[in-house]
């Protein structure tokens, strides 16, 4: 019985046992298993990763294409407007004095309008009662030319709205220092098309080339919007 017992440990010793048939292997193998199903797992949320981020990237590319395209839309709708506000209110000034004309009242214009169109409504007329009122700073009281400046702007209403309008491009530019979207929509507003030229900003005032001016993109002096808004009160205001 010994030696067949010897002989039988002998062989098995010698034997090569199956990892599977080891607590060893199981547990290897276990492992094994776990790590490819986590590594398919982190492969697949990496997949779906990329692909939402491309996605976005699309969604984003899109968003930004039809916001330039609105954008665009609104600045020739709000062009279109102005124009059509500066015809109804050349039309109006054709049709009243026409009525003078044809009138037997005492209600005549003191001058016409020329040729130039307006802008926005009552620019002219504000730019001639402009300089009235800067004659009449410059009249002596009591005399003829005196009461007559001053009569004429009672009767008008003189508001001084190019002087609103200096204001406000002042209080705009004063801290100048890169085009916001705020301060561009209040330079829009203003009557100002603005477009991009290289490492500047062209301001054309209401699309008109004979008035324009350029900005820095980005502001290097701390008067540069000050000097800005004091060539725009010059030549265009």
């Known amino acids: 019985m010994n030696k067949v017992a010897n002989a039988v440990f002998r062989y098995m010793n010698v034997q090569t046992i199956p990892p599977l048939y080891t607590w060893a292997g199981v547990n290897n193998s276990l492992l094994r298993d776990k790590w490819s199903s986590n590594r398919a797992e982190k492969m697949a949320a990496e997949t779906a990763r990329q692909h939402a981020e491309a996605e976005f990237q699309e969604y984003q590319e899109t968003f930004d294409q039809e916001n330039v395209k609105l954008q665009s839309e609104n600045d020739d709708l709000h062009n279109r407007i102005e124009e059509l506000t500066r015809d109804i209110y ?11 004309k044809l009138s037997d009242t005492e209600d005549v214009p003191i001058i016409f309008l020329g040729d130039e169109e307006e802008f926005y409504q009552g620019e002219i007329r504000e730019m001639v009662l402009d300089a009235v009122d800067e004659k009449l700073k410059n ?70 080339g004979r008035y324009k001016t350029t900005f820095a993109k980005t502001g290097s002096d701390h008067r540069e919007g000050r000097n800005n808004a004091a060539v725009i009160a010059k030549n265009m205001f």
């Open 139 to 208: 009249t002596k009281e009591k005399t003829r030319r005196y009461d007559v400046y001053r009569d004429i702007l009672k009767k008008n209403h003189y508001q001084g709205l190019t002087a609103e309008r200096i204001e406000t491009i002042k209080n705009l530019l004063k801290d100048y220092k890169t085009m916001s979207g705020t301060l561009r929509q209040q330079l829009m507003d203003l009557g100002f098309v603005i477009t991009e030229e290289g490492k500047h900003y062209r301001l054309t005032y209401y699309g008109d």
């Open 90 to 100: 050349s039309l109006q000034q054709e049709n009243q004095g026409l009525r003078a």
